[in-house]
């Protein structure tokens, strides 16, 4: 069983920047994560994943070039850092594990998730 923490979320001024972070309380080396966010009245979405490696990764179009995903499988965490936040950004963003490695956009790949962090930005 693996658990996910999210934290790093708050209010941030638009054009500013959020480092999310998502620790695993178990090992996670081998499995595919992701991140995806959900705003009030909408569907969860897809945001971004990284391959278990860490040598593949996808972003959504519209965070492609402002977010990078990482991670570090020695330490059991996934990062998101976040830069020229807009406030279609915000959202309550969400860590997510694939135990089959695969490498996708869809959510029903993902086993494990955390509980979520809210991210606000201000115009």
């Known amino acids: 069983q693996v658990q996910l923490v999210e934290s790093g979320g708050g209010l941030v001024q638009a054009g500013g920047s959020l480092r999310l972070s998502c620790a695993a309380s178990?090992?996670?080396?081998?499995?595919?994560m992701a991140w995806f966010r959900q705003a009030p009245g909408k569907e969860r979405e897809f945001v971004a994943a990284?391959?278990?490696?860490?040598?593949?990764?996808d972003y959504a179009d519209s965070v492609k070039g402002r977010f990078t995903i990482s991670r570090d499988n020695a330490k059991n965490t996934v990062a998101l850092q976040m830069n020229s936040l807009k406030p279609e950004d915000a959202a309550v963003y969400y860590c997510a594990a694939g135990t089959r490695g695969k490498f996708s956009r869809r959510s029903i790949e993902y086993d494990y998730w955390g509980q979520g962090t809210q991210v606000t930005v201000s115009s």
């Open positions: 178990g090992r996670t080396s081998r499995y595919a």
């Open positions: 990284i391959s278990w490696s860490g040598g593949n990764t």
